[in-house]
């Protein structure tokens, strides 16, 4: 499970999710899905802090068929994030 803080703009978030998705299936593991993670919009909080508010999701991230022990897995991820974090930044959203 990966917790991701994204762009409040539909179209930059859309392009960020297509990123991560892109890095983990370059490395050979398959997103099983996403979830929208529930805040509470009731918290008090000034108009500048909830403008700046990122949209949080997760990703759920199944390991791929050449993936036999748990640190191989550790591994593929940290390259998922590093590479997916470089796409991100080459967007600049």
Request: charged share 30%; net charge positive.
């Amino acid at each position: 499970v990966g917790m991701i803080f994204l762009p409040k703009e539909h179209a930059s978030r859309l392009a960020c999710e297509q990123e991560i998705e892109r890095a983990v299936r370059a490395e050979g593991q398959v997103v099983l899905g996403w979830r929208d993670v529930p805040v509470d919009r009731d918290m008090p909080m000034s108009p500048t802090v909830r403008e700046k508010e990122p949209v949080i999701r997760q990703i759920f991230i199944g390991r791929g068929p050449d993936i036999m022990v748990t640190d191989a897995l550790e591994r593929k991820l940290y390259v998922i994030r590093k590479s997916a974090v470089h796409a991100i930044e080459a967007l600049k959203l």
